[in-house]
């Protein structure tokens, strides 16, 4: 009885090492998707604020 109280516990805990293994990978993935679309929006906003200085040039030209 004691040993296969033993084996269940293995492999619950087997299957937790698992579980835990794939959250990670779940929160790296979403962590570099987070960090791209920042990136795009950095350079979007960039691009926005020379296109608006841009504008100023030409409008005081």
Sequence with gaps: MKEKQK???KGTRNNDVKINKAQIKI?????KR???S???K????KMIRT???NQK???ET
């Design 42 to 45: 950095e350079v979007m906003t």
């Design 38 to 40: 920042n990136q795009k």
């Design 57 to 59: 040039e030409t409008k």
């Design 27 to 31: 929160n790296e993935s979403k962590s």
């Design 51 to 53: 296109r608006n200085e």
């Design 34 to 36: 987070k960090e791209k």
């Design 7 to 9: 084996e269940l516990k």
